[in-house]
């Protein structure tokens, strides 16, 4: 199903944390980032938390989630279970501050890889199909993370 023109910017914002996560798990495969060295990984990621993913969950959270909550239980859960996961990925994040790199920026990727591919598979469609056209509402109000910093 093609994605609701207005929530659009927010799988382009996946494409590039897809690419984020893959790259820094621990059996990784080499993406266009190439970021080899542990310490590369840490920094892109803290770079790119500060960055891409803050902006990209508040535009979820405080755009996109209030105005699908309260239309659909199952649809409620689910937003219930993201928000749960955006906390994890938060304190994933903290965690590699605290050393055991390898081991904290692969649990980090593989976290943010099944959120993306859960939000993009299971999620959206489910908003797309109880909201509708509804979503219109939200015209011009979520921008590409990448596009709204001029990176
Ligand atoms: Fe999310
Ligand atoms: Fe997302």
């Avoid at 105005?67 to 955006?86: R, S």
Wanted: aromatic share 6%; glycine share 6%; charged share 30%.
């Amino acid at each position: 199903m093609k994605r609701h023109k207005t929530i659009v910017p927010l799988s382009h914002d996946h494409y590039d944390g897809l690419l984020l996560a893959q790259s820094v798990k621990k059996n990784f495969i080499k993406t266009k980032l190439g970021l080899s060295s542990i310490e590369d990984k840490v920094k892109f990621v803290i770079n790119a938390y500060n960055t891409e993913l803050i902006p990209h969950f508040n535009h979820e959270e405080v755009i996109l989630f209030p105005l699908a909550l309260g239309k659909d239980e199952e649809l409620d859960d689910m937003i219930n279970e993201i928000l749960d996961e955006h906390d994890k990925i938060h304190k994933a994040v903290s965690r590699i501050s605290e050393g055991n790199l390898e081991q904290n920026l692969d649990e980090f990727g593989l976290l943010l890889e099944s959120h993306i591919r859960k939000e993009e598979r299971i999620l959206f469609p489910k908003i797309e199909e109880i909201l509708g056209d509804e979503l219109d509402i939200l015209d011009g109000q979520i921008i590409a993370v990448k596009d709204s910093c001029g990176i």
